[in-house]
């Protein structure tokens, strides 16, 4: 995501598409919704285009399949739903918060998540509808080489609503050229999904492997309520932490006051804001 390395197609359409999903979610806030609400229809809309790494528009496994991975949290109740591998769902943000609110569970994955989304009636589609041209040729040019730095446009959404609730929402399709089966942070509560009232709201994307050892998400979160940090203060220490180790990526986060945050160690972001009456701002690259 550098300048140079991005043509202007993708520019353009990357930045219309976080645009949408700042318009659709802040609406929700703006009308007196939940953050829950809004993170998950910020989510659905970043889903539904294919410019971005989730729903349409996934990367591809080795096996030339889609696996989608997806996960919600409500700060409030710390009440979760999250899904791994699943091949059918056209949102999987919303499949993950069903799991959260019509099961005994936390995490679905496989078929056992495809199956409860049918139940649920979560709304499914063939799987060539997640393939584009561009997924398939990145696929190509991998030639069946996997590389865990390798990483394209996992969404998420944090927000805080007008009671002060907060709320996290990721999904993604993983790495282009993962082996089938592989799950990375995104769907993992306290990897790369995790919301907290005492502490903030943070979705992240990158390098899985690494965000996973780390527990990115928590660690931010539990510096905030521990260390009395600001938000920005623990998602740069976080970020630090586990580009050390060799992990590259993002967080955005929120906190329980509404003070925005997000860092990354990656030439740029997809990224965006709205916050109160002020002019959304949208974001690419690290010098915006």
């Known amino acids: ?3 140079g390395r991005t043509s202007d197609d993708e520019d353009k359409a990357a930045r219309a598409g976080l645009a949408a999903a700042l318009r659709v979610g802040g609406g929700i806030l703006q009308a007196g919704g939940a953050a829950l609400d809004a993170v998950e229809a910020a989510v659905r809309v970043l889903e539904d ?3 971005f790494n989730a729903g349409r528009g996934a990367v591809f496994t080795t096996a030339g ?3 989608l991975d997806a996960a919600i949290m409500d700060g409030a109740t710390r009440c979760a739903g999250a899904v791994a591998g699943v091949t059918r769902t056209r949102n999987p943000v919303s499949l993950a918060r069903a799991v959260m609110r019509g099961s005994k569970h936390v995490m ?3 078929s056992g998540a495809d199956d409860f989304a049918r139940q649920q009636g979560v ?4 799987p060539s509808y997640f393939s584009t041209e561009q997924r398939r040729a990145q696929l190509e040019r991998m030639h069946g080489r996997f590389d865990s730095g390798v990483k394209f446009g996992t969404v998420g959404a944090v927000a805080r609503d007008i009671t002060g609730r907060l709320a996290a929402a990721t999904s993604t399709g993983g790495l282009t050229g993962k082996r089938p089966g592989r799950v990375g942070d995104t769907p993992v509560i306290g990897a790369g999904t995790y919301a907290d009232d005492r ?5 992240a994307t990158g390098s899985g492997e690494y965000y996973l050892r780390v527990g990115v998400a928590h660690e931010i979160c539990a510096r905030v309520r521990l260390l009395g940090e600001t ?3 623990a998602a740069d220490a976080v970020q630090a932490e586990t580009h050390a180790l060799g992990g590259d990526g993002g967080v955005i986060v929120v906190a329980p006051d509404g003070t925005p945050a997000w860092s990354f160690t990656t030439p740029g972001m997809y990224r965006g804001l709205l916050r109160d009456c002020n002019a959304p701002v949208v974001a690419i690259y690290g010098d915006e």
């Open 1 to 3: 995501m550098a300048r």
């Open 49 to 51: 285009d294919p410019a």
């Open 65 to 67: 399949t889609h696996e």
């Open 108 to 110: 679905l994955v496989g």
């Open 123 to 126: 709304e499914q589609v063939d």
């Open 199 to 203: 502490a903030c709201a943070v979705s």
């Open 231 to 233: 938000v920005q203060a």
